[in-house]
């Protein structure tokens, strides 16, 4: 646990320093303390697991993966957009069990242009999305295929 949080310090200061272009005693104290007290701060007030289920390694090339589907998405949104799209509410059944992994599976819904998460409970995803205004209602597996299949099949590589 100690050698975790030291870890988390010591990279929220460098992403500081990153951030001020700066390197300084000052930059460098500031970065050092903003970590700890964000730290502090997450340890007190944040809900944890007491163990994420959670591979890093599987994680590594998923913010690729991401940017990726963004930008596939954006254009797919683009064209929805101006030849006409409608939005419909769709609950799509995810086989994630861990709850952060959970969590970076609807973030990463909503970043996707056309689509928003609105609720997540143990197993399903509640999400707004865009679709052709002519197409017929998604069933739940169609939806899950559109929306969270690529994103998920990812995520299970980095569970544990």
């Given at each position: 646990m100690i050698k975790h949080t030291i870890i988390f310090i010591v990279v929220l200061?460098?992403?500081?320093?990153?951030?001020?272009?700066?390197?300084?005693?000052?930059?460098?104290?500031?970065?050092?303390?903003?970590?700890?007290?964000?730290i502090i701060f997450w340890y007190r007030s944040l809900p944890t697991e007491p163990k994420p289920q959670v591979k890093i390694r599987g994680l590594i090339l998923y913010p690729f993966y991401l940017i990726i589907q963004i930008y596939i998405a954006g254009f797919a949104a683009i064209k929805l957009v101006i030849f006409g799209a409608k939005t419909e509410t769709v609950v799509v059944k995810t086989r994630i069990t861990c709850r952060a992994l959970r969590v970076v599976l609807a973030n990463s819904v909503t970043l996707i242009p056309g689509s928003v998460s609105i609720g997540l409970t143990e197993d399903k995803l509640s999400v707004i999305w865009l679709r052709d205004k002519s197409a017929p209602l998604a069933t739940e597996e169609e939806a899950s295929r559109a929306l969270i299949s690529g994103l998920e099949k990812v995520l299970l590589r980095a569970q544990k």
């Open positions: 200061a460098a992403v500081w320093i990153i951030l001020t272009e700066t390197i300084s005693v000052l930059t460098i104290s500031v970065g050092f303390l903003v970590g700890a007290a964000s």
